[in-house]
Nanobody
């Protein structure tokens, strides 16, 4: 069982930065792939980024955030992070942290592969 709590959301102007954190409970955090997803009003939840636990923590990004966002994890602190730079109004959404055991390099972007989800944190980017 894993419980996830996100923090760090807020209101920022376009071009600004935010750092989201995802604190996880449980002793096996290091064996979960951690992902960030987001959901804007009226839209489906979409993949943002993921960091695996294998192969030196490989990272994956959605094309829309590549080069602007950085995902990382600190297994000693049971925490995953999402550093968001050069934010755009279209990044406005509720951001969710997720953890999954059944995640591979071929399905890291699929919401159904993640068994645990946080409650979400709002990110609003003003123009």
């Amino acid at each position: 069982q894993v419980q996830l709590v996100e923090s760090g959301g807020g209101l920022v102007q376009a071009g600004g930065s935010l750092r989201l954190s995802c604190a996880a409970s449980g002793r096996t955090f290091s064996t979960y792939t951690m992902g960030w997803f987001r959901q804007a009003p009226g839209k489906e939840r979409e993949f943002v980024a993921a960091v695996t636990w294998w192969s030196g923590s490989s990272t994956y990004y959605a094309d829309s955030v590549k080069g602007r966002f950085t995902i990382s994890r600190d297994n000693a602190k049971n925490t995953a992070y999402l550093q968001m730079n050069s934010l755009k109004p279209e990044d406005t959404a509720v951001y969710y942290c997720a953890a999954g055991l059944a995640v591979t390099s071929g399905n890291y972007y699929v919401t159904g592969r993640y068994g645990y989800w946080g409650q979400g944190t709002q990110v609003t980017v003003s123009s």
